[in-house]
């Protein structure tokens, strides 16, 4: 079956520095990467969309320069959190499809990121 | 912006007990999957239902979208402890999904 590896699983950073996530489809050409966050017991708040070669589409406040995300191969996407804070620490999770649009979604495994 | 709601929030329960959830909305959906999540893991996807009125199992768990394609609810018969997570309800009608915010299961031994 289709699996998404997400990496690293945890990280914590200290507060001001970037951390970068990174989401790779390993068996199958990801046209569309998207990423998520989640907060302890709710559910998964879409942040952005991103596609290979093009800029992501970020979602209604999300600050882009704050989550850059980077989709340079149908395999690879990164996010980029950029000067964390500890209001940042969530779940992050991506998700890969491949062609057509109606295919079914496979997510990461998640990245918990702890900012102190 | 289409919103899915989900109740219970939160159920715990024997094993060996039935149970249902539930996921409703005020739009129609194209298509709406369940998924489960386990605690530090990615949702894993259970059953996509596209038609209205449609019923699907799987095992002991039976999925049901409403005619109108709003609704949808999962029942779970003899409830074991590993079906213990948390139960997500996401639905599409373009090339995204808005996820509900989960019933959060507990199986109990």
């Known amino acids: 079956g289709a699996v998404v590896s997400q990496h690293p699983s945890w990280v914590i950073c200290k507060s001001g520095t970037s951390v970068k996530i990174e989401c790779r489809s390993l068996d199958f050409q990801a046209t569309t990467m998207f990423w998520y966050r989640q907060f302890p017991k709710q559910s998964l708040m879409l942040m952005a969309t991103s596609n290979e070669g093009s800029k992501a589409t970020y979602e209604q406040g999300v600050e882009k320069d704050k989550f850059l995300i980077n989709h340079a191969s149908l395999t690879l996407s990164t996010l980029t959190v950029t000067s964390a804070h500890p209001e940042d620490s969530s779940f992050y999770i991506c998700s890969a499809r491949m062609d057509p649009i109606n295919s079914p979604l496979h997510f990461g495994n998640g990245t918990r990121l702890t900012v102190t | 912006t289409q919103l899915l709601e989900q109740s219970p929030q939160f159920l715990s329960i024997q094993e060996g007990e039935n149970l249902t959830v539930y996921c409703n909305s005020s739009s129609v959906f194209s298509s709406l999957q369940w998924y489960r999540q386990e605690p530090g893991e990615g949702p894993v996807l259970l059953v996509t239902v596209v038609t209205g009125g449609e019923v699907k199992k799987l095992k002991r768990l039976t999925f049901q979208f409403g005619d109108a394609r709003k609704d949808s609810s999962l029942h779970i018969t003899a409830a074991q402890p590993g079906d213990t997570g948390l139960y997500l309800c996401?639905?599409?009608?373009?090339?995204?999904?808005?996820f509900g915010k989960g019933t959060l299961l507990t199986v109990n031994p």
């Open positions: 996401a639905g599409g009608s373009n090339y995204k999904l808005t």
